[in-house]
Each structure stands twice: as structure tokens, then as C-alpha cells.
């Protein structure tokens, strides 16, 4: 109307004039905004269809009684994983390294390793390596009520030297290059000591420690998997110690507890408290002195579906935290990061970085695995925390269909429900936790009183060196058709597995039940698990009559299960990673240079009814395990068959 009355016109002969170069911009955004959606639409699609296919690649089948073509095509997806993995890590490095000689490179994230965590600022041309994380924030909000200021000064002391090492743990996660170098030995990644010292050293992390000793020496490497978890699943489990030595590292970790837990907040992302823990690491071999840990660690979400663990030892003034042990271990900067890759998978990259005080000499045959730092490599924490997760699946999603098979058709047990099976698996993780327990011994030999009724338990081990592949020597043991061959329990006579779990990706991780065909008597069963980590493997069994393992089945039993059972692992030699670089081997100081050596040790446990132990029990415990030792070596044509 205004309009009409200003040019003297009718009301209904004007009209609003429109904007032009407006509705131009308008139509212009609006269209944009359409492309960008379909552009998105189109993205989550390729995503979804992605992810689709993993979640059928990872379908749990770890119970399954795979079919040869089955088994076949198992092994083709997990070489092919394997090697794409390896690509895109090649591709990394490389523009890793172009972008340090100052070519700029346009990365696609397509390619890039699918753990890396997102740091690179592609606008501002920074490298890789360089965090783009929320900073630590120094001024941490204390959540305990009242510190005295001795306390305060050092849990100050402490905050900082989380702080530092997280960001360290960040850096070491995001690059290869040039803070790792590939051993072209076996392929781990290891520490560039100079790259890393002149980053590093000055940090208050290495300036607040305790002193080097004299044979002091250092071992670090890297290493990712796949996990059938969660991350935010497996993250809290790693965060608890019982979890840890019970049932995720029972062949690494011998004993771990927590010893305090603060409260202050190191960054806003800071999952739970922080917990000063002890941990003790063991080789499993009565030759070799366990590890002892004491340290600092705490948990960060760093984003939806990605966690961060970091671990790192403090000098406390109070001295009842610090350790006295013959072979103390100091942990530098380390840890690992989680992140979802679908629902139900994960992936894993860790940092194994200490540094390890000998006080004690390391026995020959062990030097190389111990000096080479295979002993508590990155890849056995990713390895044994796979199977893991692989087994607990397995304990909690069991299906009837999954055990379907004729070694369970044998009549021996009758029908087993789904409730039996994961009451064997309960057992056996009982059995390995004591079998592994039972290896930190100060001497071979250990008696544990029990009560005045039951007498003594007597565990006797011993360590050889064996001239034959790893994987050889746990093939021919866990063969129930070669078992008479070694196992005193078969009396010479055949074996057969009646039940068998399979878990983990690794298709040597088993649960077994064995019956031997013994003339005598035709109720005794052989409880066996076997776990395989990239060192070997561990095989715990235990001998039971019918009766009793129905009542072990149900909880009733109340006599103690006698374990035993081998540590096979590799004997280090460098030779034996198929790749000759020349120079000597400290285990030829034991045993001839062949390519392809083994070390076994071999554990019993015995019962003593007696109160006290004579000569002649001694002495049958000495054979037993002495002719176990001269079996096996015997096959394998070993040309001087004593221990």
C-alpha cells in the first residue's frame, strides 16, 4: 500500500519488486547446500557399505569347527587384512618422509593407517606427528579434600609427569618414522634412540627418575591388531588389574594389584581415577628372574569410540613405593590406544617402552630372547590381548550349533549343554592362571603346604633348548595321536580328543578334553587348553577322573587339580627369523647354531600325602619329569637326550 501511494498508483497495480542479486545468492547457497548433502549421502553410503563388510569379516567364528575350504578361505582374509594393513602403513611413511624434505603432499584418508590418530593439519601443511588434541591442562582440579603440603609437592610432581608422558605416548603412536626403525631381523618396529633422545631427554619425565644402573639397558617396540570388543569394553578392562593377570595377560602378568588411586584430574577427557599399580612380569621358566613394576596409569577418551592408556613409573619421595627387587623394571612413556572400527570390533596400536635393571645374570639359553626384547614385545601384549578377547566372546556368546561335531558324538560325557561348556572354559582358566602362577619359582623345585589332611603339592620344572621349529614342537604336543609318546599319564597306550573349543585368531588357541585308553582303568580324562602368542605358546593340562571332573564341572570338588604342562617359545636366535644377517648367537654357548631352535620348559605337579617329603618320593618326581624331558627330545632325534 505504502508503495502505491509513493508512485501515485492503484494498490492493485503495484507490486514488490524482488531482490535480484539476493534471491541469485540464495538459489546459489541453497544449491551448494545440495550438492554438499549428496556429496555426504553418498560418503555414508560408501561407509555403511564398508562397514557392512566388516562386521561379516569379523563375524565371531572362533567356535565354529571350520570345514578345510573354510579354513582356507579364514587364512586368505587374514593374509589380505595383513597386507593391506602393511600398505597403508608403507604409504604413511613415505609421505611422512616426502613431507620432511618439504615436498607438500595431499594426503587421502582413505589410505591412511585406520588407527592413526587425527593430527595432521592439512591447511597449516604441519606433519605428521604434530597433535591437534586438546592440551593438557597444567591446572588440574583437585579432587581430594584435604593434602598436606608434603603430599601436594608430590602429587603435583606426579600430575606433570603424566602430562609429559602422554603427550610422548601421543607421538609415538602417530609417527613411524623417524621415531621407529623396522628390525629388518623380524620385521618390529623398534625406538631411533637418537631421534627419540634429542625430543625427549630433557623432559621433566627423564629428569624426575631414579638413576641408571649398571646394566641397565633398554627395550621398546610397537605393534596393532584387531580386537573382537569393543573399545570402551576393552579399555575398562585394561584399567583394572585383576582383569589383567586373570584373565586378559595370564601368561605375561604373574601378579598385579593397585596400591593407590588419586583423584586429581590431569585433562578434561580423563576417564575414572589415577591408579598407581604394581605389576610383575614373568617369562614363565624357572631360569629366568620375574620383572617387577611400579607405576602410574590412567585412561583417556579422547574422542567418541577412541581411547587413550598411558603408563609411566615416578620416583615418589615416599620410599614405601619404591621397589627392591632383584630385577627392577622402570616403565618409560608407554601405552596404548583404542579405537571402534565397527560395532563389536576394535583396533589396537600399543607402545611397549622400559627400561630394565639385571641385577641378576640371565642364564644362557634366555639371552637372546631377553636381549633382543622379545621377551615383553609389543605384538605379545597385542597378540595374548586378542586371544583374549577372542575367549571371552567365546565364553559369552556360546551356541549350541557352534560344538556340533563328532569328537563330541563319543558317548564318553553324554550330551553337554551350553552350561557345561562355559563351566570347562571356567576350569581351564583356573588351570592356566595356576599353571602360570606356578612359574615364579626361585629355585626348580617348590613345595606349597596345603593343609595337615591334603600334605604337600610339589612343583618341579626345568628349561631346555630343543633343535626344532617353534611351531613343531607345539604341533607335535598338542597331537592327541603322538600323546603317548611323551605322556607318562597314556602308559604307552592311544589317545583320543573327545571335546574340543577352538577361540581366538589364532586356530591353535583350544580347550580339549583327552581320554587316554588305559587297560587299568577307563575313567581318566586329560583337561587341556593351548594359548599361541608370537614368542610360542603355552599348553596347561591336568589328568582327572570322570567323577571328579563332573563335580569340578559343578563347583563340588574340592581337591586341589594338579596342573602341568610346557612354555614352548622361540629361542631368539636371529637365524631363526629366517633372515641370516650373519654375526653369533649367545645360545650357541648351549646348544649347536641351528636356524630353526626352540626352548621348552616343561612343569609338573605332584602330590605328596605325606607331611614330609623323603628321598624316594624326590626321586620318583625327578624321573617323572626327567623322562618327560628325554621323551621329547627323542623325537626329534636328539642326539643327547638328557636334561
Not at 610 to 633: A, G, H, L, P, Y
Request: hydrophobic share 35%; net charge negative; glycine share 4%.
Amino acid at each position: 500500500m505504502s508503495t502505491s501511494k509513493r508512485i501515485g498508483s492503484l494498490p492493485n497495480r503495484a507490486r514488490p519488486w524482488p531482490d535480484t542479486k539476493s534471491s541469485e545468492i540464495l538459489g546459489k547457497n541453497e544449491k551448494e547446500e545440495g550438492y554438499t548433502l549428496r556429496e555426504e549421502n553418498d560418503i555414508l553410503k560408501v561407509e555403511s557399505h564398508s562397514l557392512k563388510e566388516l562386521i561379516d569379516v569379523y563375524t565371531c567364528n572362533a567356535c565354529k569347527v571350520f570345514t578345510p575350504a573354510e579354513l582356507e578361505k579364514l587364512a586368505s582374509v587374514r593374509q589380505l587384512q595383513a597386507q593391506n594393513l602393511q600398505l597403508r602403513h608403507q604409504y604413511y611413511d613415505e609421505c611422512n618422509s616426502t613431507m620432511a624434505m618439504g615436498i607438500p603432499v595431499q594426503l587421502i584418508q582413505d589410505f591412511l593407517p585406520p588407527m592413526q590418530v587425527p593430527s595432521f593439519n592439512q591447511s597449516n601443511g604441519g606433519f605428521l606427528g604434530e597433535s591437534s588434541m586438546e592440551p593438557i591442562n597444567p591446572n588440574f582440579n583437585s579432587m581430594n579434600t584435604v593434602m598436606n603440603p608434603q603430599q601436594d609437592s608430590e602429587t603435583w610432581s606426579m600430575m606433570q609427569t603424566i602430562g609429559l608422558a602422554r603427550e610422548e605416548v601421543v607421538n609415538l603412536l602417530n609417527v613411524n618414522e623417524p621415531y621407529w626403525l623396522k628390525d629388518m631381523t623380524d620385521g618390529r618396529y623398534n625406538i631411533h634412540r637418537d631421534t627419540y633422545n634429542a625430543k625427549f631427554l630433557n623432559t621433566s619425565v627423564r629428569e624426575n627418575r631414579h638413576q641408571n644402573g649398571f646394566h641397565t639397558r633398554i627395550e621398546s617396540s610397537k605393534d596393532e591388531a584387531i580386537l573382537t570388543m569393543s573399545a570402551s569394553r576393552v579399555a575398562e578392562m585394561l584399567m583394572d588389574s585383576k582383569m589383567r593377570v586373570d584373565y586378559i595377560f595370564p601368561t605375561i602378568i604373574t601378579e598385579a594389584f593397585t596400591i593407590k588411586e588419586y583423584g586429581n584430574q590431569t585433562s578434561p577427557r580423563q576417564v575414572g581415577s589415577i591408579k598407581l599399580v604394581f605389576e610383575q612380569m614373568h617369562l614363565l621358566t624357572p631360569f629366568v628372574t620375574p620383572r617387577d613394576y611400579c607405576f602410574v596409569r590412567f585412561c583417556e577418551k579422547v574422542t567418541e569410540g577412541m581411547w587413550l592408556i598411558v603408563e609411566v613409573s615416578h620416583d615418589f619421595n615416599d620410599s614405601s613405593l619404591q621397589l627392591n627387587s632383584p630385577s627392577r623394571a622402570w616403565r618409560l612413556p608407554s601405552g596404548c590406544l583404542i579405537k571402534d572400527v565397527s560395532h563389536g570390533v576394535s583396533q589396537v596400536t600399543w607402545v611397549e617402552h622400559v627400561e630394565v635393571e639385571d641385577n641378576v645374570p640371565i642364564h644362557l639359553l634366555y639371552k637372546d630372547v631377553i636381549f633382543r626384547g622379545l621377551a615383553f614385545s609389543a605384538d605379545r601384549w597385542v597378540q595374548t590381548l586378542s586371544t583374549s578377547c577372542h575367549r571371552m566372546n567365546c565364553h559369552d556368546n556360546i551356541l549350541q550349533n557352534q560344538f556340533d561335531s563328532p569328537l563330541q558324538k563319543m558317548g564318553v560325557l553324554g550330551a553337554m549343554t551350553q552350561e557345561d561348556r562355559k563351566c570347562i572354559m571356567n576350569i581351564t582358566n583356573k588351570m592356566r592362571k595356576r599353571f602360570c602362577g606356578n612359574m615364579n619359582m626361585i629355585d626348580n623345585l617348590e613345595m606349597v603346604r596345603l593343609n595337615d589332611k591334603s600334605g604337600l603339592i610339589v612343583n618341579v620344572a626345568t628349561s631346555f633348548w630343543l633343535d626344532a621349529p617353534c611351531q613343531v614342537v607345539i604341533d607335535f604336543l598338542k597331537n592327541v595321536n603322538l600323546r603317548a609318546q611323551w605322556d607318562a599319564v597314556c602308559n604307552g597306550g592311544a589317545a583320543e580328543e573327545i571335546v574340543c573349543i577352538r577361540f581366538g585368531d589364532q586356530l591353535d588357541n583350544s580347550i580339549s578334553i583327552i581320554k587316554p585308553h588305559i587297560e587299568s582303568t577307563n575313567n581318566l580324562l586329560v583337561i587341556q587348553e593351548t594359548l599361541v602368542d608370537p614368542l610360542g605358546a603355552v599348553i596347561a593340562y591336568a589328568p582327572i577322573d570322570r567323577e571328579d571332573f563332573i563335580e569340578e564341572l559343578y563347583g563340588s570338588w574340592s581337591k586341589p587339580l594338579l596342573v602341568s604342562g610346557f612354555i614352548i617359545s622361540k629361542d631368539g636366535n636371529p637365524e631363526c627369523m629366517r633372515i641370516n644377517h650373519g654375526g653369533a648367537s649367545t645360545s650357541r654357548n648351549v646348544a649347536p647354531a641351528f636356524p630353526n631352535g626352540s626352548l621348552i620348559t616343561t612343569a609338573f605337579q605332584v602330590m605328596s600325602y605325606s607331611k614330609d617329603i623323603n628321598m624316594e618320593f624326590m626321586n620318583i618326581v625327578t624321573s617323572i619329569i626327567s623322562t618327560t624331558v628325554d621323551r621329547i627330545k627323542l623325537a626329534f632325534n636328539c642326539p643327547n637326550p638328557s636334561v
